[in-house]
T-cell receptor, first 115, second 112 residues
Framework: DADVTQTPRNRITKTGKRIMLECSQTKGHDRMYWYRQDPGLGLRLIYYSFDVKDINKGEISDGYSVSRQAQAKFSLSLESAIPNQTALYFC??????????????FGPGTRLTVL | GQQVMQIPQYQHVQEGEDFTTYCNSSTTLSNIQWYKQRPGGHPVFLIQLVKSGEVKKQKRLTFQFGEAKKNSSLHITATQTTDVGTYFCAVHHTGTASKLTFGTGTRLQVTL
């Protein structure tokens, strides 16, 4: 979805390096999410945020941290990258809307390789 | 953690054949969403089911939510090559409206 952008789109880094993945959205949504996708494992939630002051751990937050710099920006950091963090990372957003079960809109993804 | 089982993991059909993927949970679901991810792409929302026994159709796609709200299915009639991709169910478990749990996905390959 062009309204959700991720940078970089591809990144190769070395073990032990710090890396930041960035996500921006122009949809005006309050809720933002970071997922990782591995073959055969679907999408797993890393962190999510319902507004600038709200940060919550997902099911696989170890080794990751996030920052919600503004309503439109949500960054994911790997403080010391390791090879098993090689994956496809997606940012997503959703609107609070009239109920809690709103659809999520995904960015194009960042393919991260840790050597 | 809460788990959602999705089967089959992979299916290869010839164009024109039907296809079904199933999503199962051991706990009651608040709702279920279905997403499609084309090869090299990102997940795109297809539909949401909320009511027990609900059935919704989108052209050749039929979505069902089980009576007990613990399972769902996506059925594609007369597949086309444009249906290629991975189909994910995603669920909010009762009492956890804040986040989705995705199934492992079913990858569909369609050949002529």
């Amino acid at each position: 979805d062009a309204d959700v952008t991720q940078t970089p789109r591809n990144r190769i880094t070395k073990t032990g390096k710090r890396i930041m993945l960035e996500c921006s959205q122009t949809k005006g949504h309050d809720r933002m999410y970071w997922y990782r996708q591995d073959p055969g494992l679907g999408l797993r939630l890393i962190y999510y945020s319902f507004d600038v002051k709200d940060i919550n751990k997902g099911e696989i937050s170890d080794g990751y941290s996030v920052s919600r710099q503004a309503q439109a920006k949500f960054s994911l950091s790997l403080e010391s990258a390791i090879p098993n963090q090689t994956a496809l990372y997606f940012c997503a957003t959703s609107d609070m809307g009239t109920g809690p079960y709103n659809e999520q809109f995904f960015g194009p993804g960042t393919r991260l390789t840790v050597l | 953690g809460q788990q959602v089982m999705q089967i089959p993991q992979y299916q290869h059909v010839q164009e024109g054949e039907d296809f079904t993927t199933y999503c199962n949970s051991s706990t009651t679901l608040s709702n279920i969403q279905w997403y499609k991810q084309r090869p090299g792409g990102h997940p795109v929302f297809l539909i949401q089911l909320v009511k027990s026994g609900e059935v919704k159709k989108q052209k050749r796609l039929t979505f069902q939510f089980g009576e007990a709200k613990k399972n769902s299915s996506l059925h594609i009639t007369a597949t086309q090559t444009t249906d290629v991709g991975t189909y994910f169910c995603a669920v909010h478990h009762t009492g956890t409206a804040s986040k989705l749990t995705f199934g492992t996905g079913t990858r569909l390959q369609v050949t002529l």
